[in-house]
């Protein structure tokens, strides 16, 4: 008979590492549950030992049956934790919670990934196992704070702070958004002025110095040579912001390059600084859920310094890491 190895937590929330023996993984998880154990992750012995995931083992990446356009949106995300909070506490097994939520969504992407998180949990996966092979739709964030429920059997807590943070974020982000918008507009149209001006107004003044015939200063030359070249090659102004954003693009694959333009982004007068608030209002709150849903500060660290978005706030991040440990 096989020999699975297993997580699980007692009802006081300890922690026990031991094996058992199961014809199956199902099975096994059932006599898990009977000695009053609440597993949180079983696997064949063999399979840990040859480095082969078993049945139960988590993978990243899987790639989903169909074509779908998109992905899942925060709030259809926000949505469906919410729900399933509401499904969790009031006491339904989490197999059938999932079933349910399943059938009550529309024809999306996120309702795929459901069905097939219901498989991974049906075929013996823990909850947090099955959401780490969709890295697309549960970030790392939501997966550790899953798992966190999971050990200290407060899963629907935890689900409920999810959403509640979700719903947080997408505040923040939509007040962010309408904070650039302003600035935006006035540069644009700043922009499309000062274009203009250059097209259409100096060259009838450069037709005026030109009759005059008097000798110009170096810097009304200048001005004049960039008059002459946009009028003679407007056609090429819409290419050159292209041009531009794939250059940046490429310089930020590089770890240099992102940590340049993130420093860069930070100190743009009046959006470097919304963009400065919005990382660290992301930090507090991202840091304070994971801390309050229980998992370690090492840990909760690292989580967050992958949630930044921002390279030279992440070095900082690990920083303190690193200090800490």
């Known amino acids: 008979m096989p020999i699975f190895h297993y997580e699980a937590v007692d009802r006081t929330g300890k922690r026990i590492n031991s094996e058992i023996e199961a014809g199956s993984i199902q099975e096994a998880q059932q006599k898990i549950r009977q000695m009053g154990y609440f597993p949180t992750g079983v696997q064949e012995k063999s399979a840990t030992s040859t480095g082969t995931p078993g049945p139960g083992a988590a993978t990243t990446g899987k790639k989903l049956k169909g074509f779908y356009l998109g992905g899942v949106s925060r709030k259809q995300l926000s949505h469906f934790t919410q729900q399933l909070s509401v499904l969790q506490d009031a006491g339904l ?9 399943e059938k009550q969504m529309k024809t999306s992407l996120l309702k795929r990934i459901v069905g097939q998180v219901t498989e991974e949990v049906e075929g013996g996966s ?112 819409p ?42 209002a992301r930090f507090c709150r991202t840091f304070g859920t994971l801390l309050a849903s229980g998992v370690n500060i090492l840990e909760s660290l690292t989580i967050v310094r992958n949630a930044i978005g921002n390279e030279v706030l992440a070095e900082a991040i690990q920083n303190v890491h690193d200090s800490i440990r």
């Open 126 to 237: 823990t909850f947090s196992e099955a959401l780490s092979k969709y890295p697309k739709a549960f970030d790392r964030l939501y997966v550790n704070m899953v798992k966190a429920g999971e050990a200290g059997g407060v899963l629907d807590t935890i689900l409920l702070r999810l959403s509640i943070f979700m719903e947080k974020s997408q505040a923040l982000k939509r007040k962010i958004i309408g904070a650039l918008i302003y600035p935006v507009m006035v540069i644009s149209v700043a922009l499309v002025i000062l274009v203009g001006i250059m097209a259409f107004v100096v060259p009838k003044f450069a037709a005026i110095f030109a009759e005059m015939g008097t000798s110009l200063p170096a810097m009304t030359q200048l001005l004049m040579s960039i008059s002459e070249t946009i009028k003679n090659w407007w056609f090429l102004l």
């Open 93 to 101: 097994p989490l197999l059938r919670s999932l079933k349910i939520l």
């Open 239 to 280: 290419v050159i912001p292209i041009v531009l954003y794939i250059g940046v693009i490429i310089f930020a694959r590089s770890r240099n390059g992102r940590l340049t333009i993130d420093r860069l982004k930070l100190n743009v007068p009046l959006v470097g600084m919304i963009m400065r608030k919005s990382a660290i």
